[in-house]
């Protein structure tokens, strides 16, 4: 039977919180809120937590989930490397809503699904997320909802969809503007690749963060929008919280 916390009581977010925690430890999924949407999280270093996480979902290995971490420090401990620009992107809008995928580092012990490599990371905004991050560490978080249906934006709408596959779930009342993160592509930052656009960061999707914003960081380093009929090409990971 799962349990909802309504984490605008503080009685109820300590006990919420430690419950979180204990569900974590145990390999289980929690609902947590974020300043984007609601997210369903697990371990990120357990696999048999984030297998979990993609069959309470009804999504494949194909698609893996981004890790949510609570400092800015700890990108550090998860991608090979973090060049210049990434930096400014992080000081410019973490803890906010942009996930930035790079190569990971190859010494984790995990296995998020089929990265090819690389990990999509996010630091995000809001008391909740952030003091629970600090105590569990980096966990895997996908939107909390089932695949083909609306991101949930409290944690009532996650509970319709999840139910009992998630034992916690913590409620802050509605997701502010409903909007998930904009996701972009770095790698190539780390590994350049051999065609016109190695080097540059690539918008996988767009999201809280726009284009405008990125550019005033980023300037030329920032790949021109697609045509409306391209494909990207670039490593794609699940990052819809």
């Known amino acids: 039977m799962s349990s909802i916390f309504d984490c605008g009581d503080e009685a109820q977010l300590l006990s919420g919180m430690r419950h979180a925690r204990q569900a974590i430890g145990r390999g289980e999924l ?9 997210g369903v999280a697990a371990d990120a270093f357990s696999p048999a937590a984030v297998q979990r996480l993609l ?3 009804g999504r494949g290995r194909d698609q893996p989930p981004p890790v949510l971490i609570g400092t800015k420090e700890t990108l550090t401990a998860l991608a090979e490397s973090i060049p210049e620009p990434v930096q400014r992107l992080v000081d410019a809008f973490w803890p906010g809503g942009l996930t930035i995928v790079l190569p990971a ?18 630091m995000p905004e809001g008391r909740v997320a952030l003091e629970l991050l600090a105590e569990t560490g980096p966990l895997a978080v996908s939107s909390a909802n089932l695949t083909g249906q609306a991101a949930a934006i409290s944690a009532f709408d996650a509970e319709k969809m999840l139910g009992d596959s998630v034992a916690v779930y913590l409620a ?6 409903g909007v ?7 790698t190539s930052l780390v590994r350049p690749a051999a ?4 080097g540059r960061v690539r918008i996988l999707r767009d999201g809280a ?6 550019e005033e960081v980023l300037g030329e380093l ?3 929008a697609p045509e409306p009929d391209s494909a990207a090409s670039a490593p794609r990971q699940d990052g819809d919280s």
């Open 105 to 122: 580092q190859p010494s984790l012990v995990w296995d998020l699904g089929e990265t090819r490599g690389t990990v999509a990371v996010r």
């Open 55 to 57: 069959d309470a979902k």
């Open 209 to 214: 963060i726009s284009r405008e914003q990125l």
């Open 222 to 224: 920032l790949e021109p």
């Open 172 to 177: 802050d009342g509605m997701s502010r503007d």
């Open 180 to 186: 998930a993160s904009t996701i972009v592509d770095a």
């Open 30 to 38: 929690i609902v947590m809120p974020t300043d984007t949407v609601y």
């Open 195 to 198: 065609d016109s656009d190695a």
